[in-house]
Structure formats: C-alpha cells, structure tokens
C-alpha cells in the first residue's frame, strides 16, 4: 500500500502504518506528504463546497427577509458568535457601497453577494450589476427580490468565484469581493 502510494503522481512521500485502536480494533493508516501543487485546485474546489453549506444553512431562515438590505443572516461576532448589531452593519453596507459608488463603476460584478446587502444599495445606479453566490437559496430569493424591484439589469448566479469562463474580459468596471475572499482556499484561487 504504501509503495503504490509512493508512485502516485500527486504524493511526495508516504508511509502506512498498523494502528491498534482499542474501540474498533487493527488497522492501516497511511500518512501522505502531498507533492508541491498537487491537488490545489481540486482541494479548493472541494473548500468552496464546504463553504457553500455552510451559508445555505445561515441563509436558511426559518423567517424570510423580503428586503435584502436588511439581510443579515450569518453576520456574527468571531469572538462571540452573537449577531451583530444591525445598526453596525447598516453602516458598514452604506460606507462601503459610497466607496464603491465613489469609482463611478456602472458594470458591476460581485463575488460572494450572499443575501444582497451591497447589491440592494448599488444595483439602481448600475447599467449591469452580475451577482454571483454558490448558495441556491440566497440566488433564489435575490432573483425573487430584483424582479419584484424591476430591476433588470440585475443578473444572478449560483456559482462560485473560480467559475467565470463565461464572463467577457473586459465587460465590467468594477469586481466587487466584499467580506468573502477570507473564506477563499488561498492566494492561487484569489488570483
């Protein structure tokens, strides 16, 4: 086992080993060294996943939000995991679509736009605002939002951030990646 271990292309060093556990008895384990760059993109692919059910479960709520402006699932304190304040965050999503506003960008791509805190704010000022979210159910209710609002130059995504193929170079102003390049697997995906 370990010797064809050793000969996959994507494994730099291997060794397996007999482990005695006490609730489940003798087994192999084997321990990898992956080889430099081997498996990233589909170790990333397999994060963004991970990330995906994470907020399709936050955005998830047991009362829908009608106005994504006010759309604040899954916005919680790291330190103490308690919502945070709506207050805050209403002047947060204001200062950071006047800096965005402030570049005069009218083709807009966001990256990661969740529930629609910043879309909300920006679209009617846009000729082309693109949305793109991995969460079916932020997308869903989004696209519900922007025809019930009119706004057709809204459009919305299931996707995630490393999968624009389809996008002309060149057809926006601005990428916005507010407050979801933290959960990016690594610098390559960023770039």
Same mark, same amino acid.
């Given at each position: 086992?370990? =010797?064809? $271990?050793? #000969?996959?292309?994507?494994?730099?060093? /291997?060794?397996?080993?007999?482990?005695?556990?006490?609730? !489940? &008895?003798?087994?192999?384990?084997?321990?990898?060294?992956?080889?430099?760059?081997?498996?990233?993109?589909?170790?990333?692919?397999?994060?963004?996943?991970?990330?995906?059910?994470?907020?399709?479960?936050?955005?998830?709520?047991?009362?829908?939000?009608?106005?994504?402006?006010?759309?604040?699932?899954?916005?919680?304190?790291?330190?103490?995991? =308690?919502? $945070?304040? #709506?207050?805050?965050?209403?002047?947060? /999503?204001?200062?950071?679509?006047?800096?965005?506003?402030? !570049? &005069?960008?009218?083709?807009?791509?966001?990256?990661?736009?969740?529930?629609?805190?910043?879309?909300?704010?920006?679209?009617?000022?846009?000729?082309?605002?693109?949305?793109?979210?991995?969460?079916?159910?932020?997308?869903?209710?989004?696209?519900?939002?922007?025809?019930?609002?009119?706004?057709?130059?809204?459009?919305?995504?299931?996707?995630? =951030?490393?999968?624009?193929?389809?996008?002309?170079?060149?057809?926006?102003?601005?990428?916005?990646?507010?407050?979801?390049?933290?959960?990016?697997?690594?610098?390559?995906?960023?770039?």
């Amino acid at each position: 086992i370990e =010797a064809t $271990l050793q #000969r996959h292309p994507a494994v730099r060093e /291997a060794v397996v080993q007999l482990r005695d556990d006490p609730a !489940t &008895g003798p087994r192999l384990v084997a321990y990898v060294v992956p080889a430099a760059g081997a498996g990233d993109d589909e170790a990333a692919v397999a994060q963004v996943a991970q990330w995906r059910d994470v907020f399709e479960e936050a955005y998830t709520t047991p009362t829908p939000v009608t106005d994504p402006r006010e759309a604040f699932a899954g916005w919680t304190s790291a330190v103490t995991g =308690a919502p $945070l304040p #709506r207050d805050e965050m209403r002047a947060w /999503a204001e200062a950071t679509c006047a800096v965005i506003r402030r !570049t &005069g960008a009218r083709r807009v791509l966001e990256l990661g736009c969740g529930t629609g805190l910043l879309l909300a704010r920006l679209a009617d000022g846009c000729t082309r605002y693109v949305g793109c979210d991995p969460s079916p159910t932020a997308i869903a209710a989004l696209r519900d939002w922007a025809a019930t609002a009119g706004l057709a130059q809204v459009e919305l995504h299931e996707r995630a =951030a490393h999968d624009l193929d389809d996008f002309t170079p060149g057809s926006f102003d601005a990428v916005v990646l507010n407050s979801v390049v933290q959960y990016f697997p690594g610098e390559a995906y960023l770039r």
